[in-house]
């Protein structure tokens, strides 16, 4: 979103809250994103209204009840949440913040409140606690400190680094979807690799996998930074720390599910990858966009696996059939020729088919096939 469209909004709902009588201020990281001259995607507001003038005042937006109640609403391509003072002051929201450079406030005439001398420590890129105790009054803020090195290259202050170390073990104590939604955030910053190195040599990476306390020596996260997708950045992360369990991590952290799918299943075919090259059978079962991913995280992951997508590209080339629809004899055929309904048993006699065809264990040809699965009826 152009950062000037999201500035000329947040101007209007401002003018329109403080024409009904409140107070209202851009905060969060819209006014760092400006300073940064980067474009928001979103637009976060603080006014003394309540939520029920909110109400009033926007009509049709959501109201979200969390913890802390927001009015939430879509304006031109730009996610709008609002929140109430709560009968607090400026000053007393902006002291609760994370770090200064999230803790400016703009005001309906564009006048800059930064009470914690954010903009210089944006002007040196920089991120400084608000208070001492910012990180333990919320854990989570110190994966989010690396989050914001990893995509706006600030440095951390010494005290944010202090401060995490020392606390780090409070992250077992927060919800583990709120780590599992900043991790999905750091693995898709600018430089997950810097993000994620800094937790590493804070300690904070094996209280979140404690899998890494196993390992003789501190991964280096560089292998984040060369591969493209999610899915596969999740991969890259769990093999450097030696989890195994991805499948439980990422249910416990609740990422969503079809990433969450997609990335166990290239972490398994990235470990057998890593283990040994393809064979037809698991090549088939991999299908050409997870085994191409595998191939490349493996390659990736180790400079002893050769970058190979054009080996891929041609063992997949040369399989007899790249999917069940493939098959010289359909479903219906199947079980009209062994003279039983359609059931479990059918979907099962399917792949054994694929196996035997990837395998060359049977030709791909209609008669051959019904010959086939009637002997492998039969026999079971
Ligand atoms: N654990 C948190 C989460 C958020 N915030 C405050 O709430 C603001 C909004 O948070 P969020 O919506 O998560 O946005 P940002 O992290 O700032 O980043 P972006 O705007 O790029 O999403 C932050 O800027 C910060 O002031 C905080 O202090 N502590």
Known sequence: MNK???????LLLLQTLTSNGHDAYIVGGAPRDWLLKEASADLDIVTSATMGELEGIFPGAAIIRTNIPLLSMMKANVRVEISELHGRSLAENLAARDFTVNAIAINARGDWIDPFYGKIDIEHRVLRLVREDSIQSDPLRMLRAARLMADCQFAVDPGVAKSSKAERQRLNSIAAERIGEELNRLLRSRDAALGMQWLGEQGILSILCPEATRLHKRPVFSALNNVDTLAEKWVVFFYLLGEKNVDHRLKKWRLPKTMAKKAERLFFYTEKR???????????????TVALAAEKT????????????????????????????????????ISAHMNCEPGPWLGDMLHALELAVVDRQVANERKALLTWAKECFCET
Request: proline share 5%; no cysteine.
């Open 4 to 10: 000037n469209t999201v500035w000329q909004l947040g």
């Open 274 to 288: 890593m283990e040994a090259i393809w064979d037809r059978r698991r090549l088939y079962e991999a299908g050409e």
């Open 298 to 333: 493996a390659h990736v992951l180790s400079d002893s696996v050769p970058g190979g997508e054009i080996n891929v590209r041609s063992f997949l080339a040369e399989l007899p059939i790249q999917s069940r629809h493939d098959l010289a004899v359909s479903p219906l055929e």
